[in-house]
């Protein structure tokens, strides 16, 4: 068994992983985040708030591409499987809707009212729903790409690392993936400040973290951390990156200029920034 940590690496991992101990102002983003995405919903509409599953948490947010045929990019929101929601990050649909994508964003219920187990499930049939209907909102549901922030990054992960041809799909169904300041080994929360609300056992850690994975969707990957994020999170991406080139796939590593992170999701509104035109080249656009 291995042994617990102390009271100091506790304190170290909490400083490490929890932006909110160490960012200023972490509302000031979100609110901002927050209006720029309404912005967005106002000017592009959209299908909001549709069912992928029976649950109040399984809604999802659509906006279609002018024309069919478009590849699909679906963004998954963080917030340590326990917090935020999907409208905080509409704002990801502007560049790429104008680019020529429809954009997926769902929500899924959070901890500690589901386990991040269930959680995983949940995105697994958000993407099974996203195929199942892409070409009603002019996708196509032979491009469907994913990306992630933080918790998102995480489940960016694990879908990437998910058996599709047991649920009744091409294991080819995700054609390349985006996990920004990801967390691909979970285990490090099982002793944090956030242990309470995600109540992670060692079992569930183990098999909920794509560093240990094998992935099964074989299209590239941009593995993007911010610049002056703790240097456990560049650990993660450059370790996560390092584990999909070692099973065959192109995966780039990206660190963002000094971005915190928070500052990562905002170059997502901008169709000027290098991390948006990098997701949108990755989708062929």
């Not at 490490?16 to 200023?24: F, G, H, I, K, S």
């Not at 409208?87 to 809707?97: K, N």
């Not at 169904?173 to 990801?182: C, N, Q, R």
């Not at 242990?195 to 056992?201: K, N």
Request: charge should be positive; include cysteine; proline fraction near 6%.
């Amino acid at each position: 068994m291995a042994k617990a940590p102390s009271t100091q690496e506790i304190e170290h991992i909490n400083l490490q992983y929890l932006p909110r101990l160490t960012v200023p102002n972490v509302e000031g983003y979100l609110e901002k985040s927050a209006e720029r995405s309404a912005r967005v919903r106002k000017k592009l509409g959209g299908e909001i708030d549709l069912a992928y599953g029976d649950s109040a948490g399984q809604k999802l947010d659509v906006f279609p591409a002018a024309a069919k045929g478009a590849p699909v990019h679906i963004f998954i929101h963080g917030g340590y499987w326990r917090s935020l929601d999907k409208h905080f990050y509409s704002h990801v649909a502007g560049p790429m809707v104008a680019a020529g994508a429809t954009v997926v964003v769902p929500n899924y219920d959070l901890c500690p009212d589901v386990r991040i187990t269930d959680i995983v499930e949940q995105m697994r049939r958000a993407v099974a729903w996203v195929h199942k209907n892409a070409a009603k909102f002019n996708g196509s549901r032979a491009k469907i790409y994913v990306s992630g922030h933080s918790a998102g990054g995480h489940l960016t992960g694990m879908l990437a690392a998910t058996d599709w041809a047991a649920a009744g799909l091409p294991n080819t169904v995700i054609k390349g993936t985006a996990p920004l300041s990801g967390l691909f080994d979970i285990e490090p929360h099982r002793h944090s400040q956030l242990q309470a609300e995600i109540r992670l056992t060692a079992k569930e850690a183990k098999a909920m973290s794509p560093m240990y994975l094998p992935p099964v969707a074989r299209g590239s990957a941009i593995v993007a951390v911010g610049g002056g994020e703790p240097d456990l999170f560049h650990w993660q991406s450059l370790a996560y990156a390092a584990h999909l080139r070692q099973h065959g796939i192109k995966a780039e590593y990206v660190s963002m200029g000094s971005d915190n992170h928070f500052d990562i999701t905002d170059r997502l509104a901008s169709p000027r920034d290098p991390l948006t035109k990098a997701l949108i080249a990755q989708m062929g656009l």
